[in-house]
C-alpha cells in the first residue's frame, strides 16, 4: 500500500515537472492541520452552532453599521471563528506550495481560504477567492487595506481614498467575488496545463469550474484529499492523505526530478 502512495507520488511529480503552467488550487481540507476546523463536517463551526444567514451582503448592504459593530465585537461561533484564526498558523503543506513557487515549478495559487495563511508562509502569486480575513476591502473602488490602515472611530468606516463604505474583505453569502481576482482566475485556468487540487472538493462556484477548464483543455489534474470527492473521477492522479503530508513529498520529488534534467 505505502508504495503504491509513493509511486503515485512520483507520477504526480514528473506530471508537474513535464507541465508548463502548474497552478493549485486550495481549500478548508489544506488549514485542517493548522488548528482551523472546516465549516461543515464533524466539528464544524456551522454544524455546531448552525448555518449563518445565506444573504449576509444583503444584510450588510441594509445595515453596515450594525454589521461592523458586529463584527468589531464578535459573540458565539464568530468569536470563536476569529480567535481561532488569530492562533492559526502554517502548515507544511503551505510551506511546500511556497517552495514550489520559488523553485519556478508553481506559478500561482487560488485559494477559496480567507485565513491568510498562505501570505504568512510566503505565497506570492496568490489569489484569494473568497478574500482574506485580515483585510478591508471598499465596496465601492475595491481597493484593499490592512486594519491598522482604517479609523473604526465612526461606523461604517470609509475608505480613504473614494470614501465608499468598507467592508471586510472576506466575502460574504451573497456577495459577487471581486472582479479582479476572478478575472485573474480565469486567465490562470486558461494558460494551466496541470492543477493542484489540494484540500478541496471543488464543488462551488466558481472554484469548482477552474479544474474543468484545464481538464477540457487535456491538462492533467493532481489531487490531494484524505477522501474521494465529486473531483475524484476527472483527475488523473489522486493521492489520498493530507496536504501537510503529501506535498512536501511531492517537493521533495520534483527536486530529485529537476536535479537530473
Ligand atoms: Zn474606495
Sequence with gaps: MESLQSDEVDRAAECLVRAHHVIALTGAGLSVESGIPPFRGPGGIWTRYGEPPMDGYQR?????????????????????????????????????????????????????????????AGSRALL?????????????????????????????????????????????????????VLGRC?????????????GTSATVYPAAQFPNTIQERGGDLVEVNPYETELTALCQHTLRG??????????????TLRVGL
Design 60 to 120: 450588510f448592504l441594509e445595515d453596515p453599521r450594525a454589521a461592523w459593530e458586529e463584527r468589531l465585537n464578535p459573540s458565539g461561533p464568530m468569536r470563536e471563528l476569529w480567535e481561532t484564526l488569530a492562533a492559526a498558523r502554517p502548515n507544511p503543506g503551505h510551506l511546500a506550495l511556497v517552495e514550489l513557487e520559488d523553485i519556478g515549478i508553481l506559478r500561482c495559487t487560488i485559494t477559496q481560504n480567507v485565513d491568510d495563511l498562505h501570505r504568512l
Design 242 to 255: 493530507t496536504a501537510a503530508e503529501l506535498l512536501p513529498q511531492i517537493v521533495e520529488r520534483v527536486k
Design 128 to 180: 484569494e477567492i473568497h478574500g482574506n480575513a485580515t483585510l478591508i476591502r471598499c465596496i465601492q473602488c475595491v481597493a484593499r487595506f490592512p486594519r491598522s490602515a482604517i479609523d473604526f472611530a465612526s461606523l461604517p468606516p470609509r475608505c480613504p481614498t473614494c470614501d465608499g463604505i468598507l467592508k471586510s474583505d472576506t466575502v460574504a453569502f451573497g456577495e459577487p467575488i471581486p472582479p479582479d
Design 186 to 198: 480565469f486567465e490562470e485556468a486558461e494558460l494551466a496545463d496541470c492543477m493542484i487540487v489540494a
